[in-house]
């Protein structure tokens, strides 16, 4: 999906595997932003960019969300950070276990649509987004970018556990991309392919009754198809 001279948005960065992988690809003429809010995993991320000789990748210590300014991070112990998010409530392990938040930080805030403008970026190719729950935020944030059609493809996860924890439902992040084109494919792990394009409602009960507790599914949508096939 990526290649020279390309931009991507990493929402969600943690320490920053996805952003090395995204720098291989987009070379010296292209652009990586690696979004990560929590100071600690921030620091981390510039680690892992500088170990992986992609210390050019850009990181944006703030929270990507629906309404610029500040916003407070529920921090969780290690190894559990990567459940860091703008939700308190708990996250249970597979076998059950409540582990909830240790402190909270307050960090920045922005949208990706004013992001974007700021920054002078006309077209991103790729927008990962890894936001334990608020993909909602992220996409109401990105409202412009994705009327205009200026994401190439939105790659994001549906969690179980922090979506419910936060209050939404599946088929309202589904929605939140359909309602600007946007088509979502599910990638079926067994055999690793993308199958769609789903449908929010016949989607959202499907997972509602997957037996896997805590299920996690990734997606990717698109407003053309032919993105999403090498």
Same mark, same amino acid.
């Given at each position: 999906?990526?290649?020279?001279?390309?931009?991507?948005?990493?929402?969600?960065?943690?320490?920053?595997?996805?952003?090395?992988?995204?720098?291989?690809?987009?070379?010296? !003429?292209?652009?990586?932003?690696?979004?990560?809010?929590?100071?600690? *995993?921030?620091?981390?991320?510039?680690?892992?960019?500088?170990? @992986?000789? !992609?210390?050019?990748?850009?990181?944006?210590?703030?929270?990507? *969300?629906?309404?610029?300014?500040?916003?407070?991070?529920?921090?969780?112990?290690? #190894?559990?950070?990567?459940? @860091?998010? /703008?939700?308190?409530?708990?996250?249970?392990?597979?076998?059950?276990?409540?582990?909830?938040?240790?402190?909270?930080?307050?960090?920045?805030?922005?949208?990706?649509?004013?992001?974007?403008?700021?920054?002078?970026?006309?077209?991103?190719?790729?927008?990962?987004?890894?936001?334990?729950?608020?993909?909602?935020?992220?996409?109401?944030?990105?409202?412009?970018? /994705?009327?205009?059609?200026?994401?190439?493809?939105?790659?994001?996860?549906?969690?179980?556990?922090?979506?419910?924890?936060?209050?939404?439902? #599946?088929?309202?992040?589904?929605?939140?991309?359909?309602?600007?084109?946007?088509? *979502?494919?599910?990638?079926?792990?067994?055999?690793? *392919?993308?199958?769609?394009?789903?449908?929010?409602?016949?989607?959202?009960?499907?997972?509602?009754?997957?037996?896997?507790?805590?299920?996690?599914? @990734?997606?990717?949508?698109?407003?053309?198809?032919?993105?999403?096939?090498?």
């Amino acid at each position: 999906m990526l290649g020279a001279g390309d931009v991507v948005f990493d929402v969600g960065a943690n320490i920053g595997v996805y952003s090395v992988h995204a720098r291989r690809h987009t070379g010296a !003429s292209g652009r990586v932003y690696a979004f990560e809010a929590v100071p600690a *995993t921030a620091d981390r991320l510039v680690q892992t960019l500088a170990l @992986n000789r !992609s210390a050019d990748v850009t990181v944006v210590r703030a929270a990507v *969300t629906d309404t610029p300014g500040t916003a407070t991070m529920n921090v969780f112990p290690d #190894p559990a950070s990567g459940w @860091n998010s /703008l939700g308190s409530h708990p996250m249970f392990t597979y076998d059950g276990r409540a582990i909830r938040p240790s402190e909270v930080v307050e960090v920045p805030a922005v949208t990706l649509d004013g992001f974007a403008e700021r920054e002078g970026i006309e077209r991103v190719a790729l927008c990962k987004v890894d936001v334990e729950g608020f993909e909602r935020q992220v996409f109401a944030g990105a409202a412009g970018l /994705l009327a205009q059609r200026r994401i190439g493809v939105v790659c994001f996860e549906i969690s179980e556990d922090p979506l419910v924890g936060e209050g939404g439902t #599946p088929s309202e992040v589904f929605d939140a991309l359909d309602r600007h084109g946007y088509r *979502t494919f599910r990638h079926d792990e067994a055999s690793d *392919t993308l199958v769609g394009p789903i449908d929010p409602a016949v989607e959202d009960k499907r997972l509602a009754a997957e037996s896997v507790r805590p299920y996690v599914a @990734n997606y990717f949508s698109a407003t053309e198809e032919a993105l999403l096939r090498p």
